[in-house]
C-alpha cells in the first residue's frame, strides 16, 4: 500500500512538472515574440508602452477564436480571424503608422513559422531524426 501512494505521488508530481514546464515553455516564447516584433517593428519604448496592451487585446481575441468550438467551418475561423486582424490594424496603425502597423502583423507571421520550424526540428532531434542538422537543412 505504501508503494501505490509513492507511485501515486510521483505520478502526481511528474505531472505538475511537466504542466509548469508547458507554461514556461509558453512564457519563453511570448517573451522571445515581444523582443521580436519590438525588434523588427522597431519600436520605442513610448510606442510598446501603448502598443502591448492593445496588441495583448488583439492575442486574446484571437485565442478565443481559436478555441470557439461554435465555430465548425475552418473558412468560417479564419474570417474571424481576418476580421479581428482588420479591426486591430487600425488600432496599430493609430499607435504607429500604416507601414509599421502592417510590419506587426509580417513580423508575427514570420514569428509563427520559426517558431513552428524550431519545435519540428527539435522534435525530429528527439525522435533520433537529427539527420537535418548534419545535412545542412536547419534553416
Known amino acids: 500500500m505504501k508503494k501505490l501512494f509513492l507511485l501515486f505521488g510521483f505520478i502526481k508530481f511528474a505531472a505538475v512538472v511537466a504542466s509548469a514546464q508547458e507554461i514556461d515553455r509558453g512564457e519563453r516564447i511570448r517573451s522571445l515574440e515581444i523582443g521580436y516584433i519590438t525588434k523588427h517593428v522597431q519600436l520605442t519604448p513610448g510606442e510598446a508602452e501603448k502598443f502591448w496592451p492593445v496588441f495583448n487585446k488583439y492575442r486574446q481575441e484571437l485565442k478565443a477564436v481559436a478555441v470557439d468550438n ?4 475552418e473558412l468560417d475561423r479564419q474570417q474571424k480571424v481576418l476580421d479581428i486582424r482588420k479591426k486591430y490594424k487600425k488600432d496599430f496603425t493609430a499607435i504607429l503608422n500604416a507601414d509599421r ?3 506587426v502583423f509580417e513580423a508575427e507571421d514570420r514569428f509563427k513559422v520559426l517558431v513552428k520550424k524550431e519545435l519540428q526540428k ?15 537543412n536547419n534553416k
Open 70 to 73: 461554435s465555430i465548425k467551418e
Open 122 to 136: 527539435r522534435a525530429r532531434a528527439r525522435q533520433g531524426g537529427g539527420d537535418a542538422e548534419k545535412s545542412g
Open 101 to 103: 502597423a502592417q510590419q
